[in-house]
């Protein structure tokens, strides 16, 4: 079993700034990339930012300048500091991992979500 938690959403006003973290746990034998992805209300989800076993990082162009993601491989975590928010980073922000389990599978795997609002 693997799991990927997210913590950190919150309410912000705009410019303000918040700090996401995504926790791998269970049955890992390496973790490949990791990424950050949104859903808005009636919207597809899209990427927002991604993360190789390399410390390669790939933008979207609505945040690059604004968002940073990064990874700490010990604690198998990856994060993503918001800063500048505005309203329209409003969304569900959903953590992925592309892993490989004891027994040897590669999968792509999500956490449950965490919302993030921009809001005056």
């Known amino acids: 079993q693997v799991q990927l938690v997210e913590s950190g959403g919150g309410l912000v006003q705009p410019g303000g700034s918040l700090r996401l973290s995504c926790a791998a746990s269970?049955?890992?034998?390496?973790?490949?990339?990791m990424g950050w992805y949104r859903q808005a209300p009636g919207k597809q989800r899209d990427l927002v930012a991604s993360i190789t076993s390399t410390d390669k990082t790939n933008y979207a162009d609505s945040v690059k300048g604004r968002f940073t993601i990064s990874r700490d491989n010990a604690r198998n975590t990856v994060y993503l500091q918001m800063n500048s928010l505005k309203v329209e980073d409003t969304a569900v922000y959903y953590c992925?991992?592309?892993?490989?389990?004891?027994?040897?599978?590669?999968?792509?795997?999500w956490g449950q979500g965490t919302q993030v609002t921009g809001s005056s």
């Open positions: 269970g049955s890992i034998f390496r973790i490949y990339d």
């Open positions: 992925n991992a592309d892993l490989q389990n004891l027994r040897g599978l590669r999968s792509n795997y």
